[in-house]
């Protein structure tokens, strides 16, 4: 059974960083994707970042290029570094993953099978 872990979140001033996690268990594929998405109360989820275990490529959104960094490691944990943090960075924080063959990537959330229960990050002064 898959299951996705976030933490990592909280409450930081802006400009101030945070390192989320996200640990997986009970991927049985070769290799996977990794998403990062997050919602903020009254709207829709947004895709933030993915990442592919095969070759470590990765995708942005627009709103993060240049202060958010997607990471992994060998033991089945994503990281996204979030740098430079803004009021409008405040959401819940989910991360999602997809079993795949190859590299493929999306910051699509419908192609993404699994997800977690997300964490709260709040930017404020």
């Known amino acids: 059974q898959v299951q996705l872990v976030e933490s990592g979140g909280g409450l930081v001033q802006p400009g101030g960083s945070l390192r989320l996690s996200c640990k997986a268990s009970?991927?049985?594929?070769?290799?996977?994707?990794i998403g990062w998405f997050r919602q903020a109360p009254g709207n829709w989820r947004e895709e933030v970042s993915c990442?592919?275990?095969?070759?470590?490529?990765t995708i942005y959104a627009d709103s993060v290029k240049g202060r958010f960094t997607i990471s992994r490691d060998n033991a089945n944990t994503v990281y996204l570094q979030m740098n430079n943090l803004k009021p409008e960075d405040t959401a819940v924080y989910f991360c999602?993953?997809?079993?795949?063959?190859?590299?493929?990537?999306?910051?699509?959330?419908?192609?993404?099978?699994?997800w977690g229960r997300g964490t709260q990050v709040t930017v404020s002064s």
């Open positions: 999602a993953a997809r079993g795949n063959f190859n590299s493929d990537l999306s910051l699509s959330a419908k192609w993404y099978d699994y």
């Open positions: 009970g991927f049985t594929w070769n290799y996977y994707a």
């Open positions: 990442v592919s275990s095969r070759d470590g490529s």
